[in-house]
């Protein structure tokens, strides 16, 4: 069983910034793929990011270049440093893990950007 735990998120002014983190229960090198996902209202759940166990990075679109994905192998802690925020962005952001084949999820954590 694997635990997540995000936080970071808040409300932030257009052309912000906010840092997620997302917290693991045990080892972060048993973890395949990690990334993040968001949901705004009405919509999909979408990728955001996601992160290897070797380190290789992939972003949406969307992100422009203004969001870094990163891991803490030391804390077993994953973040997404969000530069340049859009009201478009507003959405509840989850963190997940991939290990052993199964999907793991936190309980999300809320974004606001307010124009």
């Known amino acids: 069983q694997v635990q997540l735990v995000e936080s970071g998120g808040g409300l932030v002014q257009s052309g912000g910034s906010l840092r997620l983190s997302c917290a693991t229960s045990?080892?972060?090198?048993?973890?395949?793929?990690m990334g993040w996902y968001r949901q705004a209202p009405g919509k999909q759940r979408e990728l955001v990011a996601s992160i290897t166990s070797g380190g290789n990075r992939n972003y949406a679109d969307f992100t422009k270049g203004r969001f870094t994905i990163s891991r803490d192998n030391a804390k077993n802690t994953m973040y997404l440093q969000m530069n340049n925020l859009e009201p478009e962005d507003t959405a509840v952001y989850y963190c997940y893990v991939r290990v052993a084949g199964h999907d793991y999820w936190g309980q999300g954590t809320q974004v606001t950007v307010s124009s």
């Open positions: 045990g080892n972060i090198f048993r973890f395949t793929v």
